[in-house]
């Protein structure tokens, strides 16, 4: 168990207005070892060798979700971007700023492949405008059911038309 900070405080008694107390900074706890280079070495191949697992681990599980493709149909101006927020992590978790971008293609379509878990996932398509500013669709949340029992090689395609609040 580590050793408790301690803060001090001491009062000093009355003013015309009232009590004042003054607080001392804590009092830190002095460290037992330093570690060695070979120790630093030791623990840093150590997570090293968990977080390549997990990774591993995640590659593995996210390869057997079912792809979910996007699209949509809008012309937007120059530095403007179609994202697809929602409440899985894959989309975000409805936050733009690292909800996956759609990717523009001929005539002005813009698309979006990503693999999602089985289950219920709620979503909008969201604009990033020039000047960084988010627009939402309007309108309430959509709603994708992915099965559990897909199969490998089908892919579900969700074509979006979003009707912006302007």
Not at 37 to 58: F, G, M, N, P, Y
Not at 103 to 109: A, F, K, S, Y
Not at 117 to 122: F, M
Not at 127 to 154: I, Q, T
Request: proline share 6%; net charge negative.
């Amino acid at each position: 168990m580590a050793d408790p900070i301690i803060v001090s405080m001491t009062s000093h008694g009355r003013t015309s207005g009232g009590y004042y107390d003054t607080i001392s900074p804590p009092v830190l706890p002095k460290m037992r070892k330093s570690l060695s280079r070979a120790e630093v070495q030791v623990l840093h191949d150590q997570i090293e060798t968990r977080s390549k697992a997990l990774i591993t681990l995640e590659d593995m599980e996210t390869a057997s979700r079912t792809i979910v493709r996007f699209s949509l149909c809008s012309r937007v101006g120059l530095g403007e971007a179609w994202k697809i927020v929602g409440n899985s992590p894959e989309l975000g978790r409805f936050m733009p700023e690292i909800a996956p971008y759609m990717e523009w293609t001929n005539g002005d379509v813009w698309v979006l492949d990503v693999r999602l878990r089985e289950g219920v996932h709620s979503f909008k398509a969201v604009l990033k405008r020039a000047d960084r500013a988010y627009v939402y669709e309007s309108g309430e949340n959509r709603s994708l059911k992915v099965p559990a029992d897909m199969l490998d090689d089908v892919v579900l395609s969700v074509n979006l038309e979003p009707q912006l609040p302007y």
